[in-house]
C-alpha cells in the first residue's frame, strides 16, 4: 500500500527567502514521486517528477527535491520565493512507471509569500 | 498542443438532481483519469481508463456515479442523484500509456450541490 504525509498544511515565507515544503511517503515497493503545484482557480501542473534516476530532481520555476530512501522523504525546496509561488503544493506519489499504477495525492500544503 | 478540455466550469444543482461532465483529453493519449477534490483536500482518483478499458475504479461510489470512454478518446462522468457531500472540482487528467507520472489536467468543473 501506498501513501503519502504533507506535514505541513500551510507555509508563509517571505518574498526572497528559502521554501522548504515536506513530504513524507509510504511505499511497499520503489516509488515514483511528484510535485504538483496549483495555483487559485487553475488547473494542476507538474512541478517536478523522480522516477529512479537522480535522487536530486530539478523542476520548473526552479524548485527542486531530493529523495531521501532512508528518510522515505521527498521534500520540495526553492533558494528564494517570489510572490508568483504562492499556490497550493501536493506530493504525489505512484508505483512504477505504468499506467496501471496509482496515483495518490497527499492533502497538500498551501503556500503563501509575504511581500 | 491544446491542453485537456473540461465543461462545464460551474454547475450547480439541487440534490437528487443529476449532472453530467464531459472530458476531453490531450490527443494521443490512451490514459484518461477522473479525480474528485474536496475543497481542503488533495485530489482523490474516482477512475482510471486505458482507452476505453477501466483499469481502476476502487474509488467510484457505483450507486451513484458512472463514467464512461465509449471511442477511447472524450469521457463523461455522470452523478445520479446527487448528494451534499459531492460538492466538489471534479479534474479529469490524460497521460500517455506509459508515462502515468505525466499527467496533464483539465481546469476542472467545480459542482455545488445544494
Known amino acids: 500500500a501506498q501513501s503519502v504525509t504533507q506535514l505541513d498544511s500551510h507555509v508563509s515565507v517571505s518574498e526572497g527567502t528559502p521554501v522548504l515544503l515536506r513530504c513524507n511517503y509510504s511505499?511497499?515497493?520503489?516509488?515514483?514521486l511528484f510535485w504538483y503545484v496549483q495555483h487559485p482557480n487553475k488547473g494542476l501542473q507538474l512541478l517536478l517528477k523522480?522516477?529512479?534516476?537522480?535522487?536530486l530532481v530539478k523542476g520548473i520555476n526552479g524548485f527542486e527535491a531530493e529523495f531521501k530512501k532512508s528518510e522515505t522523504s521527498f521534500h520540495l525546496t526553492k533558494p528564494s520565493a517570489h510572490m508568483s509561488d504562492a499556490a497550493e503544493y501536493f506530493c504525489v506519489v505512484s508505483g512504477v512507471k505504468t499506467s496501471y499504477d496509482k496515483v495518490i495525492f497527499g492533502p497538500g500544503t498551501s503556500l503563501s509569500v509575504i511581500p | 498542443e491544446a491542453g485537456v478540455a473540461q465543461s462545464p466550469r460551474y454547475k450547480i444543482i439541487e440534490k437528487r438532481q443529476s449532472v453530467a461532465f464531459w472530458c476531453n483529453p490531450i490527443?494521443?493519449?490512451?490514459?484518461l483519469y477522473w479525480y474528485q477534490q474536496i475543497l481542503g483536500q488533495g485530489p482523490k482518483l474516482l477512475i482510471q481508463f486505458q482507452n476505453n478499458g477501466v483499469v481502476d475504479d476502487s474509488q467510484l461510489p457505483k450507486d451513484r456515479f458512472s463514467a464512461e470512454r465509449l471511442k477511447g478518446v472524450d469521457s463523461t462522468l455522470k452523478i445520479q442523484p446527487a448528494k451534499l457531500e459531492d460538492s466538489a472540482v471534479y479534474l479529469c487528467?490524460?497521460?500517455?500509456?506509459?508515462?502515468?507520472?505525466?499527467?496533464?489536467f483539465g481546469p476542472g468543473t467545480r459542482l455545488t450541490v445544494t
Open positions: 487528467a490524460s497521460s500517455a500509456r506509459d508515462r502515468a507520472y505525466e499527467q496533464y
Open positions: 490527443s494521443g493519449h490512451a490514459t
Open positions: 523522480y522516477t529512479s534516476a537522480a535522487t
Open positions: 511505499s511497499s515497493y520503489s516509488p515514483s
